[in-house]
């Protein structure tokens, strides 16, 4: 058996706040040095807890990258990625490109995107809740 887990990355992940990247590599870190064979993370424009206001959450393939070079061991994936946030060339590159930094580690998985308020147009408005306010931006 294999055992994975989900490093931190949202509002509701932490203290009332967004994790800082430390605390994201702490984790990461603690997680390979303790035997976990993979860190997942997640692929959505906003986050939040069923029934509360969304809230700030960090990019997953940005935080993906930056674990692949933080960590030597443990397979690296995404819960999963949603397949109509980027363009396939993009994302293959992008893919190919986070599997080199992390020596071949990547584990790809694609869905179709599930969570209705990530996937609504009024989703892709910027707002400071991506870095951690819940104000809009305009």
């Known amino acids: 058996m294999k055992v994975g887990v989900v490093v931190p990355m ?7 706040r967004m994790p800082r990247w430390e605390e994201v ?18 692929d959505h424009l ?7 206001p969304p809230e700030g959450i960090h990019e ?7 674990l692949a070079a933080s960590t030597s061991k443990v397979e690296l994936g995404q819960l999963v990625m949603c397949s109509s946030f980027r ?3 993009l994302l293959a590159k992008m893919a190919v490109t986070a599997d080199t930094i992390s020596g071949n580690r990547l584990i790809l998985g694609l869905g179709a995107g599930w ?11 910027p707002t400071t809740a991506s870095a951690g306010s819940s104000r809009r931006s305009g």
């Not at 590599?25 to 997640?42: K, N």
């Not at 906003?46 to 509360?52: A, D, V």
């Open 10 to 16: 949202s509002q509701s992940d932490g203290p009332g």
């Open 25 to 42: 590599r702490a984790f990461a870190t603690h997680a390979e040095a303790i035997g976990i064979d993979s860190l997942w993370v997640c």
């Open 46 to 52: 906003i986050s939040g807890p069923p029934g509360q």
């Open 60 to 66: 997953g393939w940005t935080i993906l990258s930056a």
């Open 87 to 89: 363009n396939p060339g």
């Open 115 to 125: 969570y209705d308020p990530s996937t609504t147009p009024s989703a892709t408005r």
